[in-house]
């Protein structure tokens, strides 16, 4: 079972990466292989809509692909987002709108939980941010005790949140419980559904 923790924070060390910290650490002591994705902060566009895509299944910026490659050998995702004006960085969006658009695969059916991190509030405008473009992958997504977020404005300050660490712990081994019931479940013989041909149904021609 190998679990990626993606710290979608400008800042390498700040208080996302220290709920991250606490996630990896619970996950490393139930046994999964963890790996750690920094987005960093360069410059991203969103996607343009160019179609470029279509035909080759990669983005024609190519500044993805390693977070593309990173979500293709995982079976389950952590996601660390933190609060940028009540919502998430423009980053972590442009990033997700041009991968779920040119290679949604990575990601299709894969568990999926989004934790925020904020000085103050409206991080759950955050995570829903983020979370949102997993809901157009049929993935499921894995919750702890109470909105997984954690307050802090740095490593340090995040740290004092003892219970929102607590509920970084309690996504960890959520995640945890449900990719080892998915692994029991294959071994049965029981797999995720096949998607239908998409219908695609613009609401305009419905006039
Ligand atoms: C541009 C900007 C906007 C922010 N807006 C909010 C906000 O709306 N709510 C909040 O709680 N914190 C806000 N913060 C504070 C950050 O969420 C906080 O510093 C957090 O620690 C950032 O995570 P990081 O340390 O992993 O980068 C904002 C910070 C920045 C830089």
């Not at 996630?23 to 490393?28: D, E, F, G, H, P």
């Not at 059916?109 to 991080?123: E, L, N, T």
């Not at 954690?150 to 959520?174: H, K, T």
Request: hydrophobic share 40%.
């Amino acid at each position: 079972m190998k679990l990626l923790l993606v710290n979608a924070s400008p800042h390498k060390k700040g208080s996302t990466a220290r709920a991250l910290d606490e996630c990896r650490a619970k996950l490393k002591e139930l046994g999964a292989v963890t790996e750690y994705y920094h987005l960093g902060n360069a410059a991203r566009n969103s996607c343009t809509g160019c179609g470029g895509c279509k035909g080759s299944g990669t983005c024609v910026f190519g500044d993805i692909d390693a977070l593309a490659d990173a979500f293709t050998g995982a079976d389950g995702i952590i996601i660390g987002v933190p609060t940028h004006y009540a919502g998430a960085p423009g980053n972590i969006l442009s990033a997700l709108s041009r991968l779920l658009f040119s290679r949604k695969q990575c990601v299709e059916y894969k568990p999926i939980a989004v934790i925020g991190s904020g000085r103050r509030g409206c991080i759950t405008g955050a995570i829903g941010d983020v979370q949102k473009f997993f809901e157009f992958a049929s993935c499921p997504i894995i919750s702890g005790v109470y909105p997984a977020l954690i307050y802090g404005s740095d490593y340090e300050s995040a740290g004092f949140d003892a219970e929102g660490l607590q509920n970084m712990r309690s996504v960890a081994e959520n995640m945890y419980w449900i990719l080892s019931a998915l692994e029991l479940a294959e071994k049965n013989g029981i797999s995720h559904p096949i998607s239908e041909p998409k219908i695609k149904t613009d609401i305009p021609s419905l006039l």
